[in-house]
């Protein structure tokens, strides 16, 4: 099978909209692999930290992120790997989403993992869940889904998260970085966060997890 022939569903849109969750839903009631292409880029941002590079420096992040040292652990599902140390939860802190936005807006990293994001399409399918799947990875995807819901909604959703998890977080400053990503990622030059021309924009702040799922399902079931 040609890979462009492999279907693409594109889950987009800002963080705490529940697309992850919706994404990996929709991955396992279909049998499809799974891209979040999150992951790839709040790896790039810890590993700028820890390299001590400069995001002004953006050929030598490029370098770092073609060489990225990343594996997932098939004994735990979730758990990440960078060099062999298990970053699972610091990525998903604060910092490393904030680092994952900084690192996104920087073209030579975007373009160093594209590469990467397009190796994840094969058979039977591929659901890719970020912020330009249906727009610039997955111009082709038979479905395009855009997720929303405002501010205050996903300031609360990523605190339970976080709390849920045993992570510390406030909620002023958890709107306050929210508010500077959406910023960062919908005004960047390099493939900025935008609903693509045919995607479904749907709104999620007054919806549960099972609603969005079941809406999602639908549209999935439409296209396929």
Do not use: C, W
Request: a neutral charge; glycine letters at 8%.
């Amino acid at each position: 099978m040609k890979t462009k022939t492999v279907p693409v569903i594109a889950v987009d849109g800002p963080s705490g909209t529940g697309k992850g969750t919706v994404a990996a839903r929709v991955a396992q009631v279909l049998n499809f692999h799974l891209l979040d292409s999150g992951v790839l880029y709040r790896l790039l941002g810890i590993a700028v930290l820890k390299a001590g590079i400069g995001l002004d420096n953006g050929q030598a992040v490029a370098g770092l992120a073609k060489g990225l040292n990343i594996s997932f652990s098939s004994a735990k599902l979730g758990t990440v790997l960078l060099d062999g140390e298990d970053v699972s939860l610091q990525i998903r802190t604060e910092e490393g989403s904030n680092m994952a936005s900084r690192v996104g807006a920087i073209p030579e990293a975007r373009s160093a993992l594209l590469e990467r994001q397009l190796d994840f399409r094969k058979p039977p399918g591929l659901v890719a869940d970020g912020r330009d799947m249906g727009t610039v990875v997955f111009r082709d995807a038979v479905l395009k889904i855009f997720l929303t819901a405002s501010l205050e909604e996903r300031a609360q959703r990523r605190y339970k998260q976080l709390i849920d998890k045993g992570i510390d977080a406030k909620m002023s400053i958890l709107l306050q970085e929210l508010s500077e990503r959406d910023a960062r990622d919908s005004e960047r030059k390099a493939s900025p966060m935008i609903p693509a021309a045919d995607a479904f924009v749907l709104d999620t702040t007054d919806l549960a997890e099972s609603e969005v799922a079941s809406q999602v399902m639908q549209l999935v079931r439409n296209a396929l």
